[in-house]
């Protein structure tokens, strides 16, 4: 194999796990701002334990 | 063909409804099998309470969407599960739409008290169909129900059904499917001078016509604190209501009990028609003669560690084979990769990161999939209410209540479900306490890390010995979860013991298509985290563990990983690492497994695998056990397997679970309080292990 080729593909597939974590973290708090429930529904805050 | 109004599009949702009922009345076996596999887990918007919803088809092929509500006994609400409940019926949640029908499931064999929400839901104007659920049961224990009677008073169809059976689904979907589907036109009498304040009410409030009176009812039975703690209406409502209130009591008619009254008076009109209880049972009845075992204080406690003690089993023996086949399979992947690729980075990351991160958790599947059986099966049979029960003599010496037990044991399965089931306690104090120490049972995912040190420590030990030292690590998660209870509660939440109020729901036989559901679901969620984020961590893991190399190119593969950013950090710990007995390189799985614990088994497999010269793929198990200090002592001596074993038991590490408190508590406080104090309690656990077993002479 190439080796520019082996460190291309070495270097694609840390930068596509880097880049998993930073949309799964960005998705994360866009939903987070609302209900926090990750579902981006972009409503209200969430009840405090105990609260109804 | 263009669809028209009246017939709509292919999959198009024509109808939403909602599956509503009492806890135990067999609710979510009913919305399992009417939906199958198309459910959807989320969440409602603005609480953090769990949405399930599904599709399923009517008799003619429509597409509905159902919609699984939270257990509740009554709309006047005590936990925020039973206000989602209350919210969705009256259209009050932003997003979530007001259902066109409420499937009502109401256990047979307990009619007059599942009465008591229909009688509710009678009153909310939406098309009711009643699934009169268990009617088995209730025929074993000599209830008779005259169904027509029982439709003739209610006023909407009652359909009998076997939810665990499939019996009645073919005449609940058409019940369901009836177009047009009326509005309830009886429901439960109020005295007439109550009737018209809540009339008089229902027309000043903002809402839709047909839930006014629905929500007027509601809002005059609130007591002076929740009527101040309503956010959904102006004051001007509030102080009309208070107004209603007291030209009622004025008027000799207590608001918050006369509805109580009056429905409890139609209950008792209905249930005279249409129930008929057969001869006196004088024997006692299965269930009550196994609960005479099963919650005796002393056998009781002996069933149940009976059960988790087979359950340990099972997980050890029964997992075996299947274990052993994903081994082989990952071990020959990887060894195939390296006989037919150049020795480069790219065969290094895919041989020793990815095929051993992910292949070294995928491995634990199987002994996952057993612990979920037996789970499914001890809740599908009745058996958590009496586990709670057995715990609630324990539970309130630490000043808890049995309740509070349920969401520990979920918290067996994961701490996410656990801490999330802890809505249904009522009380703040008690519910953050229960959240505080739920992490602290031992969760699935502990699992790997228990299996590969329990096997390094023993690897010829027989499947009891090894279920025997997994049941005490699991009996230390327990022990620290009230020992911390108790210590919450002591000092940081003072308050009373609440009392126990726990249903016993009748034991019932498991439904095996329910638990093999669970397993699928549990099983899949395992795999999709292998196959995202510990995929996505092992490459990164391998990454650290390989770069920057060692600019000597003689150098080997110890002396490289040692001057790698892995190797770094694990040398950065060290110090205070070592006390426990830990290396560098366990260091590096201790940080790594910061975001979820399994990761530290990945890891170890990911930095063992770099660090090999070996042109074989050998087994975790026996690399560790082979694994040397620079001056030939082994590195996992029994003692530090213990400790690390403990380590676990005590430790968050779980970035999920940090996310789930914070988001639970609605603060950062408890969460930071939480990482904090566990990884103390684990780091002094592994020390008093290590430290003191060698004061003991042991090695």
Redesign the interface.
């Known amino acids: 194999?190439n080796?520019l080729l082996?460190?291309f593909?070495?270097a694609a597939?840390?930068g596509?796990?880097?880049a998993?974590?930073v949309v799964r973290f960005l998705r994360?708090r866009a939903g987070?701002k609302?209900?926090?429930?990750?579902?981006g529904?972009g409503?209200?805050?969430?009840?405090?334990?105990?609260?109804? | 063909m263009t669809p028209t109004a009246l017939e709509p599009a292919r999959g198009e949702v024509v109808r939403h409804v909602a599956i509503a009922g009492n806890p135990n009345c067999g609710k979510t076996t009913i919305f399992n099998a009417l939906t199958g596999l198309r459910q959807k887990v989320g969440n409602y918007p603005g609480v953090t309470v769990e949405k399930k919803t599904g599709r399923f088809f009517g008799s003619h092929g429509e597409a509905m969407e159902l919609l699984d509500l939270p257990g509740s006994y009554s709309l006047q609400v005590r936990s925020p599960d039973e206000a989602v409940a209350r919210d969705v019926l009256l259209g009050r949640l932003p997003g979530v739409p007001r259902p066109d029908v409420i499937i009502c499931v109401v256990d047979a064999s307990n009619l007059e008290r599942n009465l008591y929400l229909v009688a509710q839901m009678l009153e909310l104007n939406i098309p009711i169909v009643v699934a009169l659920n268990m009617v088995d049961v209730a025929e074993k224990n000599g209830v008779v129900i005259d169904l027509m009677a029982l439709r003739e008073k209610l006023g909407v169809p009652v359909i009998p059904t076997v939810g665990t059976k499939g019996v009645g689904f073919i005449e609940l979907r058409q019940a369901v499917s009836r177009s047009p589907l009326p509005a309830p036109a009886i429901c439960a009498q109020m005295p007439i001078v109550l009737e018209r304040e809540t009339m008089a009410l229902a027309r000043q409030l903002p809402v839709a016509p047909e839930v006014a009176r629905g929500e007027a009812l509601l809002l005059l039975t609130l007591h002076d604190e929740a009527l101040d703690a309503i956010a959904h209406h102006d004051r001007a409502i509030i102080d009309a209501t208070r107004a209603a209130q007291q030209r009622l009591t004025a008027s000799g008619i207590d608001p918050l009990s006369a509805p109580v009254d009056a429905r409890y008076a139609w209950i008792g009109q209905v249930c005279a028609a249409a129930l008929h209880k057969g001869g006196a049972h004088d024997d006692a009845s299965i269930s009550d003669r196994l609960d005479s075992w099963l919650t005796h204080r002393v056998w009781g406690w002996v069933a149940f560690l009976g059960i988790m003690a087979l359950m340990f089993f099972c997980i050890f023996t029964v997992a075996q084979y299947p274990m052993g086949w994903i081994d082989s399979a990952t071990a020959g992947l990887a060894d195939f990769l390296k006989d037919k690729m150049p020795d480069t980075d790219l065969r290094g990351l895919l041989t020793d990161g990815v095929i051993a991160g992910v292949g070294g958790v995928v491995i634990f599947l199987p002994q996952i999939l057993v612990l979920f059986f037996f789970l499914g099966i001890l809740e599908d049979t009745g058996y958590m209410a009496r586990a709670a029960f057995i715990m609630d003599r324990l539970m309130s010496k630490v000043g808890l209540h049995g309740k509070s037990f349920i969401p520990m044991l979920s918290s067996l399965a994961c701490a996410i479900p656990g801490i999330m089931a802890t809505r249904t306690i009522e009380n703040r104090k008690d519910r953050l306490v229960t959240i505080l120490v739920a992490p602290l049972m031992s969760c699935s995912a502990r699992i790997p890390v228990y299996a590969i040190m329990i096997a390094v420590l023993l690897p010829a030990a027989s499947g009891f010995q090894k279920a025997g030292i997994m049941l005490s690590m699991y009996a230390l998660g327990f022990i620290a979860a009230f020992g911390m209870a108790w210590v919450f509660k002591k000092h940081l939440f003072k308050g009373d013991t609440p009392m126990l109020l726990l249903e016993m729901p009748p034991y019932r036989m498991p439904s095996l298509r329910g638990v093999l559901q669970r397993m699928w679901e549990r099983g899949l969620l395992f795999l999709r985290r292998a196959g995202t984020v510990i995929l996505a961590l092992s490459i990164l893991l391998w990454a650290l563990a390989t770069y920057p190399k060692p600019s000597d190119p003689e150098a080997t593969p110890s002396e490289a990983i040692a001057h790698s950013y892995a190797g770094q950090m694990g040398h950065a710990i060290e110090p205070l690492i070592k006390p426990l007995g830990y290396d560098w390189k366990i260091g590096i799985g201790l940080l790594a497994s910061f975001a979820a614990r399994e990761v530290f088994v990945g890891t170890m497999s990911i930095v063992y695998a770099v660090e090999s010269e070996d042109e074989n793929t050998e087994p975790l198990r026996d690399t560790m056990r082979a694994e040397k200090h620079a001056d030939g002592r082994p590195v996992f001596t029994p003692l530090v397997c213990l400790g690390l074993m403990v380590f676990y038991v005590l430790a968050m590490q779980c970035i999920s679970t940090v996310a789930i408190v914070r988001r639970e508590t609605n603060s950062w406080r408890w969460p930071l309080f939480q990482i904090a104090y566990m990884t103390g309690l684990a780091w002094l656990g592994a020390f008093i292990v290590y430290q003191g077993g060698r004061l003991l002479g042991f090695q």
């Not at chain 1, 609302?34 to 579902?39: F, I, K, P």
């Not at chain 1, 409503?43 to 109804?52: D, E, F, L, R, S």
């Open positions: 194999m080796p082996d460190q593909a070495v597939l840390i596509g796990a880097l998993f974590f994360k987070g609302s209900c926090g429930g990750g579902c529904c409503t209200t805050k969430p009840v405090k334990p105990g609260q109804n």
